[in-house]
């Protein structure tokens, strides 16, 4: 039904949703790629043409463009906003993108968007939600994993030592 706005699908096989996304980002043409997956939505109609022209005002076009996200139920209804800026509301230049890493299955686009940063020369943060973030996918359904994913991550830019005393301070905000 949506043939005539789309330039190119395939509906096949594979390894689950960042092998997907990666099939995605390897036919991707434009200058810059955005993920919005299943069940995730814009948080506007008018949002694509809201950061371009904030986007546009820029001296210099920023490899990377970010914003908030907001968590949503089944029925669209706000559960609040999400603390850590994730991929739905991530915008990179195609040419700095990696492939997503096959090796998470849960935080593959935690790892990837910490790729794009540090690839990244100029980094914006619009300062507007950008999408609606369903509530209860994968990373929600396999928490643990997830967060031992990230840990993992986290250490592997980062450091050990300084993830873990970042870790013992979220601790301490959450118990507190």
């Known amino acids: 039904q949506y043939a005539s706005g789309i330039s190119y699908w395939v509906s096949e096989p594979d390894k689950g949703i960042y092998d997907a996304m990666n099939k995605g980002l390897q036919k991707a043409t434009g200058d810059y790629v955005w993920f919005i997956n299943a069940g995730d939505s814009l948080f506007t109609s008018d949002i694509v043409q809201r950061v371009a022209s904030l986007v546009q005002k820029k001296k210099v076009l920023p490899d990377t463009i970010y914003g908030e996200t907001v968590i949503v139920d089944e029925e669209g209804k706000s559960l609040g906003q999400r603390r ?23 935080s593959a686009d935690f790892d990837w968007c910490i790729k794009c940063m540090k690839q990244a020369g100029k980094i914006y943060n619009t300062r507007m939600t950008l999408s609606n973030f369903l509530d209860g996918g994968v990373s929600t359904t396999q928490r643990k994993a997830s967060l031992k994913e990230r840990y993992d991550i986290m250490c592997r830019y980062y450091g050990v030592i300084s993830t873990s005393l970042l870790h013992v301070w979220f601790a301490i905000r959450f118990y507190f």
């Open 84 to 106: 850590l800026v994730c991929h739905q509301s991530f915008i990179t230049k195609r040419s700095i993108a990696p492939l997503y890493d096959l090796t998470y299955r849960y």
